[in-house]
């Protein structure tokens, strides 16, 4: 479990750690949640203690006066309402369970917009105009599903930097004297793959209605190659060496490579620097998939008019994963883009520029928006259970550092925002 509130009530905790990946697999603490909260080496106690927190901004970013608006959403539960989402900013829309989010945001902003820009045939839930989409140039969703679903897909093929890192071996002299070309260094084409294995570096086992099991394979122990195609190095490295290498340490090695040297950057930028180059996709946990994704939005060029749709992205992860995740969200929303996330976590709510809380209530109790505006607005909000809980946190001895000297964000009555400052970096506290 990684909720708060569970861990503090558990009667006890088993803490493994340090960290990820390679850097982690060991019994870091146990104990009581009091226990915990003074192991020095565990990061979920530092957490729990308040040594350690989440970031959030002192004040939300300004609004753009750009909207993209849904009219007349009636889908499901939803009333017959009008929501209208702000450009250029990170917007979190919350509610109960049951309450329209994953309605309003999933099946029908999604869909519509895809129907729009892409000319999707994926038919939106029911709603009756959508505006402002022209200020889009993508609507892009990105979830917890894996960045593959065969061993043959791995970070390095996903990132695009394999394709970088097979031209590197086919320029090695040893590989013009063979004649071998960047196609032999592929796992997906015959010639420098192992035949047994057909490059996967695992044999799949059939199990007659179970789940096929995978075993390494017997002929190149893992990996993937045939001894002709390992027998290049480059730097006594061979194209299997690189793969089994993390992307930390893959770093120094092709830092000469500038867009492999800037795709592994942003990977270690948010936390994947654990995870190896050819390590299994069907490996990574949602977490991790999710981050990749990221990552790898953040390295493309950007045009500050994509709109990225995350469906509560916070599900699975730890505390300190949290932080990395929203240090990447905003750094998406910093570039320009607009960033609209579903979430019940405190964490990210009070972290959005701007909030849509739907309900009040699940199922027929809900449907309709109770409450939109700034963290602190929401937090004045009568019948918002999103604003008792926002409330709580102000109130709070923590909260009350937070609370932004400038006045309160409010809408001009044709829509557009108020003048407001763009937030420096010490607008940020814990």
């Known amino acids: 479990e990684h909720d708060e509130e569970t861990i503090r009530h558990a009667d006890y905790v088993v803490d493994l750690g340090p960290g990820a990946g390679k850097l982690g697999g060991q019994l870091v603490a146990e104990g009581t949640p009091e226990d915990i909260m003074h192991a020095p080496a565990s990061l979920t106690g530092r957490y729990l203690s308040g040594e350690q927190g989440i970031m959030h901004r002192m004040t939300p970013r300004a609004l753009t006066g750009k909207w993209v608006t849904v009219e007349g959403a009636?889908?499901?539960?939803?009333?017959?309402?009008?929501?209208?989402?702000?450009?250029?900013?990170?917007?979190?829309?919350?509610?109960?369970?049951?309450?329209?989010?994953?309605?309003?945001v999933n099946d029908i902003l999604y869909r519509a917009l895809a129907k729009e820009l892409y000319g999707s045939r994926e038919e939106p839930g029911e709603y009756t105009k959508i505006r402002g989409f022209e200020n889009i140039d993508k609507a892009i969703r990105i979830d917890q599903s894996p960045i593959g679903r065969t061993p043959r897909s791995n970070p390095a093929t996903y990132t695009?930097?394999?394709?970088?890192?097979?031209?590197?071996?086919?320029?090695?002299?040893?590989s013009?004297?063979?004649?071998?070309k960047a196609g032999r260094f592929s796992f997906n084409v015959t010639g420098g793959r192992c035949e047994a294995c057909q490059g996967d570096g695992q044999r799949r086992i059939e199990m007659n209605f179970l789940p096929d099991v995978y075993v390494q394979c017997e002929v190149c122990n893992g990996r993937r190659y045939n001894q002709e195609t390992l027998a290049v190095k480059f730097n006594g490295y061979s194209i299997a060496d690189v793969l089994d290498l993390s992307i930390e340490d893959a770093l120094p090695l092709l830092a000469d490579i500038p867009t492999v040297r800037q795709k592994l950057e942003t990977l270690v930028e948010v936390g994947l620097g654990y995870i190896h180059l050819g390590q299994a996709a069907t490996t990574l946990s949602g977490g991790e998939a999710q981050r990749m994704k990221l990552a790898r939005e953040l390295s493309k060029r950007q045009t500050g008019r994509t709109l990225y749709l995350l469906d509560e992205p916070t599900t699975g992860l730890h505390f300190?994963?949290?932080?990395k995740l929203l240090e990447v969200l905003h750094r998406l929303t910093d570039l320009g883009n607009t960033v609209i996330i579903i979430e019940h976590?405190?964490?990210?709510?009070?972290?959005?520029?701007?909030?849509?809380?739907?309900?009040?209530?699940?199922?027929?109790?809900?449907g309709r928006i109770v409450a939109e505006g700034t963290p602190e607005q929401i937090a004045g909000v009568d019948g918002s259970h999103t604003g008792e809980f926002l409330k709580r946190f102000y109130e709070s001895a923590q909260g009350r550092a937070?609370?932004?000297?400038?006045?309160?964000?409010?809408?001009?009555?044709?829509g557009s925002s108020g003048k407001r400052r763009r937030n420096a970096k010490k607008d940020w506290v814990q």
Do not use: C
């Not at 013009?176 to 071998?180: D, H, I, Q």
């Not at 976590?345 to 809900?366: K, Q």
């Not at 937070?402 to 009555?413: G, N």
């Open 160 to 174: 695009g930097v394999f394709t970088a890192i097979r031209d590197l071996f086919a320029m090695l002299p040893e």
């Open 320 to 323: 300190d994963d949290v932080r």
């Open 74 to 104: 009636r889908s499901h539960n939803l009333r017959d309402i009008t929501a209208r989402f702000p450009l250029g900013v990170m917007t979190v829309v919350t509610g109960v369970s049951g309450s329209g989010k994953s309605t309003l």
């Open 402 to 414: 937070s609370i932004s000297p400038v006045e309160p964000f409010a809408l001009t009555p044709n």
């Open 176 to 180: 013009r004297e063979r004649g071998y």
């Open 345 to 366: 976590n405190l964490d990210v709510i009070r972290n959005a520029d701007w909030i849509i809380d739907l309900g009040p209530e699940g199922g027929e109790d809900g």
